[in-house]
């Protein structure tokens, strides 16, 4: 399924960390660990990790100072750390932003010359510590890709770094680490997967294994999706979104993402709406297109979700719930940031401009 150019070796399900516990003595005897403010701790995969390092005299610190859409400076900060308490590797355990952040820390701790706005200008592949991986949401697929989302410090905007020095060595997938994500994260994170697979579906640099990985995602997530429910969960909801979440990953690592997640990074950035939310607000704008530019493809995410469009759009807009209305002003100095083109436009169905980019804030 996946091919030899694919460097994660990801293990998953219910107690798997446990079962892999020796290969961490792989990496070496000394850790940073990077963790958010919670989840690490509530989903009790801290515990279970440091439980593991203590039997294995692997000796760690903690850097738990990781923000939601992760700072670079924040990155350099626990990358400093993590080479001046001279880590063998780092161990990101959290949601997207800590696991994102973990890559970047990554970078900077085998590059203490690259200041923190540097990094998306560095050589790539750059010299990194390998990064292991602990997802706590379902929803980023930051397990499985390439790609680091981080926030210029400089600047305040997101933007994605990419490369072969992106990826994490080993991947830990236990859906029980996210049973305690509050439920209005797991509908935000669930949104981001979901965006993660239409995107990637509907985009024009979509081939068979892209339709593969994105339809497997939206079937792990039709029953979600269709009722616009995500609560009341048994263990083996909680696997199929977690599932979906790594399907939709791998679909968007070989797709990319269209323009709802980089029009949406500006509702993360200036309204504080959480990424999955922010990206599925543009889901209607982004449905037309597809049904005008490629609807065959649109007309198989109906079939495989089993739903007419009039539902399916309904049912995005009503779980994704943001309440914003962009003036016109404010939407024609925003689109100006990307006149001058930007990747996920042009892979969008039709193609997409700044001026569509204006239309489709204006139309929240
Ligand atoms: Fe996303």
Redesign the pocket.
């Known amino acids: 399924m996946l091919n030899e150019n694919f460097p994660v070796k990801m293990f998953l399900g219910r107690g798997c960390l446990k079962n892999n516990s020796d290969l961490f003595s792989d990496f070496g005897k000394k850790c940073l660990i990077v963790t958010g403010k919670s989840s690490a701790i509530l989903s009790g995969a801290l515990k279970d990790v440091t439980d593991i390092f203590e039997i294995s005299c692997i000796s760690y610190e903690i850097f738990d100072e990781v923000e939601p859409n992760p700072l670079t400076l924040t990155c350099k900060k626990a990358g400093e750390l993590a080479a001046s308490i001279n880590a063998d590797f780092i161990l990101g355990i959290g949601g ?1 932003s800590v696991l994102d952040a973990s890559k970047a820390i990554a970078i900077f701790a085998s590059n203490p010359d690259l200041s923190h706005s540097k990094i998306y200008e560095r050589a790539i592949p750059s010299a990194h510590l390998p990064v292991i991986l602990i997802g706590t949401t379902s ?3 930051s397990e499985v890709t390439g790609v680091s ?1 981080l926030t210029n410090a400089d600047t305040g905007l997101k933007k994605s770094i990419s490369g072969k020095d992106c990826y994490a060595e080993v991947v830990f997938g236990d859906y029980t680490y996210t049973m305690s994500t509050p439920e209005d994260v797991r509908i935000s994170t669930a949104l ?1 997967a979901f ?2 697979a239409v995107e990637a579906y509907l985009s024009s640099t979509e081939n068979s294994d892209v339709l593969y990985f994105s339809s497997r995602a939206l079937s792990y997530l039709k029953k979600y999706i269709t009722s616009g429910s995500f609560s009341l969960l048994n263990d083996e909801d909680y696997e199929s979104l977690y599932i979906a979440s790594v399907y939709a990953g791998l679909a ?1 690592n070989l797709a990319g ?1 269209c323009f709802p ?1 980089t029009v949406g990074y500006y509702l993360t950035e200036n309204y504080g709406i959480p ?2 939310r922010a ?1 599925a607000a543009f889901f209607p704008v982004f449905a037309a297109r597809a049904k005008k530019y490629c609807p065959e493809r649109f007309e198989a995410i109906l079939k495989i979700l089993d739903t007419d469009e009039k539902t399916l759009i309904e049912n995005i807009i009503r779980v994704t719930d943001i309440n914003i209305k962009i003036e016109k002003s404010e939407a024609q100095r925003i689109s100006l940031r990307w006149k001058n083109g930007v990747k996920n436009f042009d892979r969008t169905p039709g193609g997409f401009t700044y001026k569509d980019a204006e239309s489709a804030l204006l139309s929240l």
Do not use: A, E, P, R
């Open positions: 997207g929803g980023t697929g989302v981001d965006s993660h968007i993402t997640h990424h999955g990206c």
